[in-house]
C-alpha cells in the first residue's frame, strides 16, 4: 500500500497523460505513436525503452488489427510489465548479507541524494530484524556529514564509528572494521564522501576504502550500494554510469520515489545499466525505505 502510495505522482501523471493521449486521437495512427512516444519520455522510463516498446505496439497493433486508442492502453501497460519484467528483471535482489559473520556494505552516492538518510533506514529495518548494526561515518569531508549520521545513530540507538572532519577515511574504516569484530556487529553500514566536482579525487578515495575493506575481511565489501535520487531523471542514469565505471556497484537504491512523476527511471536504470534496484525510498522517515519488487513496481506505476 505504501508502495503504491510513494507512486502515485508517477502514477496519476502517467496515467493522465495517456488518458488525455486516448482522448485526443481516439484512432490510432502514426502522429499517435509520435505522442505516445513523448508521454513515455517525459515519465523517464528512458528512450531506448520507449523506441522498443513503441516499435512493438506499432506491430501489435497491426498484427490484431487495433484501431481504437482506448483499446491500445490496455496493451501500453501490458507490454509495459513485459518489457521489464523480462527475464531476470522479475526477481527482487535481496541485500547481500554474509551470513557466516561480519557483512560490510558500503554507500556511495554524490551529495544530497539521500545516502544518509537512506543508512539511517536501512540500519533501523536490519535492527528491527535482530541484527547488530554498526555506522562508520566515511563521509570526512562534508561539513556536517559526521553530525548528520550521529542523528541517525541516536535516533536509532545504533553506535556511530567517527573520526572528526578532514580524516582519512580508510583510516575510518579501519576503526569501523575493528570496532565492528570486537563489539560482534552483524553489519556494518557505511557512508563514503559524495562530491563529484573531483572525480578523480573521489574515485581514488573510494577505491582506498574498498581496498582496506578487502585486506580486512576477505570477500567484503558484500554490497556496494549505489544512491540516486529519482526527481534528478536522467541525471541519475548519467551518476550511474559514472560510478559503475569506477567502482563495482552491485545494487542501487533509489531516493525520493515519493517526490517524483518520473518514477520510470526506475525501469530505464535497470534496462539500460543492468545493475539491480535493492532499494527505493518513499520518504523522510525512518520506516520510508522498502525492498525493491520489480513486479509490484512495474503494476505500481502502471496499473
Ligand atoms: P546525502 O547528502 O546523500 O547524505 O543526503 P541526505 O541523506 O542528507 O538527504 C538529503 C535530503 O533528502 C534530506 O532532506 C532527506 O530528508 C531527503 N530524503 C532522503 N531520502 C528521501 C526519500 O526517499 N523521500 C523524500 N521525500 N526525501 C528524502
Redesign the pocket.
Known amino acids: 500500500d505504501k508502495y503504491k502510495a510513494g507512486l502515485s505522482k508517477t502514477r496519476s501523471s502517467f496515467s493522465a497523460k495517456l488518458n488525455d493521449l486516448v482522448a485526443r486521437y481516439r484512432k490510432v495512427d502514426e502522429d499517435f505513436f509520435e505522442d505516445l512516444e513523448e508521454v513515455l519520455i517525459s515519465a523517464d522510463v528512458g528512450v531506448n525503452t520507449v523506441m522498443e516498446l513503441v516499435a512493438e505496439l506499432e506491430l501489435e497493433a497491426k498484427r490484431q488489427n487495433i484501431k481504437d486508442a482506448i483499446d491500445l492502453k490496455e496493451l501500453i501497460s501490458e507490454k509495459l510489465v513485459e518489457i521489464y519484467t523480462d527475464g531476470d528483471y522479475t526477481a527482487e535482489v535481496p541485500l547481500n548479507l554474509n551470513s557466516a559473520g561480519l557483512s560490510v556494505i558500503l554507500f556511495v ?13 536501512l540500519a533501523y529495518q536490519l535492527k528491527q530484524e535482530g541484527k547488530k548494526v554498526l555506522l562508520v561515518a566515511g ?1 570526512t569531508f ?1 561539513a556536517g ?1 559526521i553530525e ?1 549520521l550521529g542523528v541517525w545513530g541516536e535516533r536509532i540507538g545504533v553506535e556511530v564509528i567517527k573520526q572528526s572532519e578532514g580524516s582519512d577515511p580508510a583510516a575510518v574504516m579501519y576503526d569501523g572494521i575493528q570496532a565492528a569484530r570486537s563489539r560482534g556487529a552483524d553489519v556494518l553500514l557505511c ?1 563514503t564522501a ?1 562530491r563529484l566536482q573531483n572525480k578523480v579525487n573521489l574515485m581514488n578515495e573510494l577505491s582506498k576504502v574498498k581496498r582496506v575493506i578487502e585486506r580486512e575481511i576477505p570477500g567484503a565489501p558484500h554490497d556496494v550500494l549505489l ?1 540516486l ?1 529519482a526527481t534528478t531523471g536522467q541525471n541519475a542514469l548519467v551518476q550511474a554510469k559514472t560510478f559503475s565505471e569506477t567502482t563495482d556497484v552491485t545494487g542501487i537504491v533509489l ?5 517524483t512523476a518520473k518514477g520510470g527511471i526506475v525501469l530505464a536504470i535497470r534496462k539500460e545499466l543492468n545493475i539491480p534496484v535493492k532499494y ?5 522517515q525512518m520506516t ?2 522498502e525492498k525493491f519488487d520489480p513486479n509490484a513496481f512495474v503494476y505500481g506505476l502502471f496499473a
Open positions: 552516492g554524490v551529495n544530497g541524494v539521500g545516502k544518509t538518510t537512506s543508512i539511517g533506514k563521509d562534508r556529514a548528520q557512508d559524495g544512491v535520487d531516493t525520493k520515489l515519493d517526490g527505493v525510498g518513499l520518504g523522510e520510508d525505505l
